[in-house]
């Protein structure tokens, strides 16, 4: 398979596989790549962060609910791109360059060092740093 079936999903995609509504913007086409991911269509790598980001926002928004999401998001057993030296330095250099977060650049980074796509619903982010490359705005994911 080659790099081009690699995704690297921020968590404002992941979150569209929880809040899973109608009202939830794109959540059709979130749910498409993940369906794709399962049926090995694709691949997937995330930063290590991921499931701390992830497993804040559902604890804080549904915490009823934020047991179960969270085990079935551990056991699909994403592909984790740990932190290294060379992932740390990309990431800083997005940040200095784009003005972001380094939580939000980290998944940048990683899709430019494993040369994938970042797939993203932030549309801020994007018109920050849309111009390093390997990056999509959810709606436009097709």
């Not at 930063?47 to 934020?66: F, H, T």
């Amino acid at each position: 398979m080659g790099a081009s079936n690699l995704y690297i999903m921020d968590a404002s995609v992941i979150l569209k596989w929880v809040f899973n509504t109608s009202q939830e913007v794109d959540g059709d086409k979130a749910l498409m790549l993940l369906h794709s991911w399962v049926n090995g269509q694709c691949e997937f790598v995330l930063p290590s962060l991921w499931i701390y980001e992830v497993g804040n926002i559902i604890g804080r928004n549904i915490p009823d609910k934020a047991s179960e999401f969270m085990k079935m998001l551990i056991e699909y057993r994403i592909e984790e791109a740990p932190l290294t030296v060379s992932l740390a330095q990309r990431t800083l250099s997005i940040m200095a360059d784009c003005a972001v977060t380094f939580y939000d650049a980290v998944y940048h980074a990683v899709a430019l060092e494993r040369h994938g796509t970042l797939v993203t619903a932030d549309a801020a982010y994007l018109k920050k740093a849309g111009k390093m490359g390997n990056a999509v705005l959810l709606a436009d994911f097709d």
